[in-house]
């Protein structure tokens, strides 16, 4: 059975620009939550998607937004890229009311 | 205001011998309580996880126990090995309609020696 999918692994911005980043979850998996890591904040949660809705947000500004397809594939998108941006994004599946996450391998974002 | 809290923030264990992972939460109303191993630019890979109505569970050579009283959480690996070294988050889920969200500890920094 394939793991969660992210792509691009890497990927290298300037500040002002925008990224788009895509996941494919586990087979069956309807929920796909993501996260950003740092190193001066570590794994922090940004939103979660289940049947196409946002059921879950975390305290990240307006310019981070994402969305689910009927095929439960989801995008991410950070708008207005600053430096801070820089992170490890990560994308996680789950069966729905299932406490075990799922993670891809990330998504490697550099802003210069 | 930190939730969960991994107050060793590093671990260094010889091969064979028991690791033994700590975490500390606030919020009683936490459901479940996950570990996870993570190595640097991959993502977590779960180890184990526990319900608040349990008080340990075990896969193999990793046990978890979870203290509710004491609001605090721990992973046994016995016997600990090489390959075991990486980063460990403890994770706690509140469950309901938020099962899909996790907040983490800040890591702890397994290191076994041959």
């Known amino acids: 059975k394939a793991g969660v999918t992210q792509t691009p692994r890497y990927l290298i911005k300037t500040r002002g620009q925008q990224v788009t980043l895509s996941c494919s979850p586990i087979?069956?998996?309807?929920?796909v939550s993501w996260y950003q890591q740092t190193p001066g904040q570590g794994l922090q949660f940004l939103f979660e998607?289940?049947?196409?809705?946002?059921?879950n947000k975390g305290n990240f500004p307006g310019r981070f937004s994402g969305r689910q397809f009927s095929n439960s594939r989801s995008e991410m998108n950070v708008s207005t890229l600053e430096l801070g941006d820089s992170a490890l994004y990560l994308c996680?599946?789950?069966?729905?009311?299932?406490?075990?996450?799922?993670f891809g391998s990330g998504t490697q974002l550099s802003v210069l | 205001d930190q939730q969960v809290k991994q107050n060793s923030p590093s671990l260094s264990v010889q091969e064979g011998r028991i690791s033994i992972l700590n975490c500390d939460y606030t919020n009683s109303m936490f459901d479940y309580f996950l570990w996870y191993k993570k190595y640097p630019a991959e993502g977590p890979t779960f180890l184990i996880s526990?319900?608040?109505?349990?008080d340990k569970n075990e896969d193999g050579r990793f046990t978890v126990f979870l203290n509710k009283s004491a609001k605090h959480l721990s992973l046994h690996i016995v016997p600990s090995q090489p390959g075991d070294s990486a980063v460990y988050f403890c994770?706690?889920?509140?469950?309901?309609?938020?099962?899909?969200?996790?907040?983490f500890g800040q890591g702890t920094i397994l290191t076994v020696h041959p």
């Open positions: 087979s069956g998996h309807r929920s």
């Open positions: 998607y289940f049947s196409e809705t946002q059921r």
């Open positions: 526990i319900s608040s109505i349990k």
């Open positions: 996680a599946s789950s069966r729905d009311r299932d406490e075990k996450l799922f």
């Open positions: 994770a706690v889920n509140a469950g309901g309609t938020s099962y899909g969200k996790l907040t």
